[in-house]
């Protein structure tokens, strides 16, 4: 199942839509999924782009909306894998290998080592050591009470977090914000991400929704109507990051 692509003129960019076939077939699919492994909430991630297949990626959580994210795959949107704990052995040999997705999940790729692989391991159980302490405490849940961002709080990148363990320190993430509160802002920011300009926000709808691209990770698209809680994002692209952005800006 492939998806349908498109040819934005204004700066020859290909953007990937999902059908409506797919999306139905996505949903009910998604359904199953969520109910054979008792997850309280799934979502669509979004689809790596192979040269024989694609890859359909899923994630739920049972009960900690952050910390307990478990991530699956497909190929056919039938038959879901659930992916392996990444090592970070494995971590740092994902960013030496420069080949495409092929869409089958038994090939294996040959990495050359790098010598400074054995350094960047240990700074990085240095990170997770500092993570532990900046974690708060207790799971993490969706906030029910949030009711969307205002016109002028959606045309500013420090109004969208990043989904994940926060990478800066929790003083920062609190110190920098108005009125913070500890149980909601310590996730971190967009507008601190590097280099400056690598997220694209636009509105439309006439200035009612908000569309958030990357362009360190080209295909991921984040969308928000602003004053109401909708919000979501999707991943379509090679998987590849965006290695000359420096040079493009």
């Given at each position: 199942?492939?998806?349908?692509?498109?040819?934005?003129?204004?700066?020859?960019?290909?953007?990937?839509?999902?059908?409506?076939?797919?999306?139905?077939?996505?949903?009910?699919?998604?359904?199953?999924?969520?109910?054979?492994?008792?997850?309280?909430?799934?979502?669509?991630?979004?689809?790596?782009?192979?040269?024989?297949?694609?890859?359909?990626?899923?994630?739920?959580?049972?009960?900690?909306?952050?910390?307990?994210?478990?991530?699956?795959?497909?190929?056919?949107?039938?038959?879901?894998?659930?992916?392996?704990?990444?090592?970070?052995?494995?971590?740092?040999?994902?960013?030496?290998?420069?080949?495409?997705?092929?869409?089958?999940?038994?090939?294996?790729?040959?990495?050359?080592?790098?010598?400074?692989?054995?350094?960047?391991?240990?700074?990085?159980?240095?990170?997770?050591?500092?993570?532990?302490?900046?974690?708060?405490?207790?799971?993490?849940?969706?906030?029910?009470?949030?009711?969307?961002?205002?016109?002028?709080?959606?045309?500013?990148?420090?109004?969208?977090?990043?989904?994940?363990?926060?990478?800066?320190?929790?003083?920062?993430?609190?110190?920098?914000?108005?009125?913070?509160?500890?149980?909601?802002?310590?996730?971190?920011?967009?507008?601190?991400?590097?280099?400056?300009?690598?997220?694209?926000?636009?509105?439309?709808?006439?200035?009612?929704?908000?569309?958030?691209?990357?362009?360190?990770?080209?295909?991921?698209?984040?969308?928000?109507?602003?004053?109401?809680?909708?919000?979501?994002?999707?991943?379509?692209?090679?998987g590849r990051k965006n290695v000359d952005l420096l040079f493009m800006m």
């Amino acid at each position: 199942m492939a998806s349908d692509d498109t040819l934005d003129h204004s700066n020859n960019e290909v953007r990937y839509l999902l059908n409506n076939e797919q999306c139905v077939i996505l949903k009910n699919a998604l359904l199953i999924l969520q109910n054979e492994n008792h997850l309280k909430k799934i979502f669509f991630w979004g689809q790596i782009l192979g040269l024989d297949n694609d890859y359909f990626i899923a994630y739920g959580y049972e009960h900690d909306a952050l910390n307990g994210l478990i991530y699956y795959y497909s190929t056919n949107c039938i038959k879901w894998g659930l992916m392996p704990t990444v090592t970070e052995k494995a971590r740092h040999l994902t960013k030496m290998c420069s080949t495409r997705f092929q869409g089958d999940p038994t090939l294996q790729i040959d990495v050359s080592l790098d010598v400074q692989l054995k350094q960047d391991t240990v700074e990085d159980k240095v990170d997770q050591q500092t993570e532990q302490v900046k974690r708060p405490d207790g799971s993490v849940v969706e906030n029910l009470t949030f009711a969307g961002l205002t016109a002028l709080e959606g045309r500013q990148l420090k109004s969208y977090l990043h989904l994940r363990k926060p990478q800066e320190k929790w003083v920062t993430n609190l110190l920098t914000r108005l009125n913070y509160n500890y149980a909601l802002d310590f996730l971190d920011s967009i507008d601190k991400d590097i280099p400056e300009g690598c997220w694209s926000l636009q509105s439309e709808m006439s200035g009612l929704l908000a569309l958030l691209r990357s362009s360190t990770w080209p295909g991921m698209t984040f969308y928000h109507r602003l004053l109401t809680p909708e919000h979501g994002y999707l991943y379509i692209g090679n998987g590849r990051k965006n290695v000359d952005l420096l040079f493009m800006m």
